[in-house]
């Protein structure tokens, strides 16, 4: 039987499919372009998916945030398996790629001891928080999400990532950790 | 010398939360016990049927934090339990500490009066063990 899929899904495969070629022209954008500013996309991030999630959900919506941007996180790593060939150098540098060109940020890889599971990976120029500063504790948990989905793919096995640097705290990069568990 | 302690401290932490959701699912109708982390990361758990865990991790957070804050609108403390009910049996939720929660699933066999007991009593043994951990 066909599982019926949500305007959401149809909507997510349309964006995902043209993300993954390549292809950022729009139809309808005619005099706007495929481009927005950042702080629009930050409206997304820290309103939508931030402050109103946080009103609704209380501390659940760091969870959602963060398992979000896991899903991406392992969209992304399954995109790139393939030609990366369990090559964890190949995967990670077609990330990197991936990142930049989709704005994410710069991707970094600080730390990887496959010996304990722990990896570090910094985000320089992190869409989700460029711009922001005065927050208490880091706050990009979409990004966290991501980083740990992408290491979650590559070893198919359980992650807990965490941010323990952040640009809106102060720091000049974002740093996530990443322990296989 | 500090660190062997650390590690085997650690060690006993996690045979002793174990034992915990052992003896949870030797009540009648427990099919699952899991301990979720702030980030909805199944950190421990228990079952016998196929779970996907990191959907049922993510669930636990947003179903408690949204009834946190349902309990808020109306003027009530802190949620101490959430319980689902569904054709099935039944999903309970409890913060055991920081955003840590217990998760309980059972069939339709379960005695809710006695698994809400026992869940409440479980929650300071467990609270006390990841003040180790």
Known sequence: MRQHKSDYQIAQKKILDSVLTGEFDIENRKNLGPLVPIRLFQILRMVALGSNLEDMLGDGSQALVYHSGQSLGQILG?????QADKNLEVYVSQIEQLCKKLSIGLLIPETIDLK???FELRVDECVSCA???GVSSP???????????????????????KETKCNALGDDTCLIQVKLV | MSNVTAIDSRKKSVDEIDRVLRNLMNLQGVTAAAIVDRDGLVTHIRRNFEINTDALGVSVQIVFGAASKAATHVNHRAADIVICENDDGYVL???IMSGIMLSLVTDDDALLGRVRFELKEAIPSLKRLFLNY
């Not at chain 1, 990004?143 to 990532?161: H, P």
Request: proline share 3%; aromatic share 8%; with cysteine.
């Open chain 1, 78 to 82: 399954q995109a790139v398996m393939e």
């Open chain 1, 116 to 118: 304990s599971g722990l």
């Open chain 1, 131 to 133: 711009g922001i500063d």
């Open chain 1, 139 to 161: 706050i990009c948990h979409f990004e966290a999400g991501m980083v740990g989905g992408i290491i979650k793919t590559f070893f198919d096995t359980n992650v807990k990532a």
């Open chain 2, 93 to 95: 939720l409890a913060p």
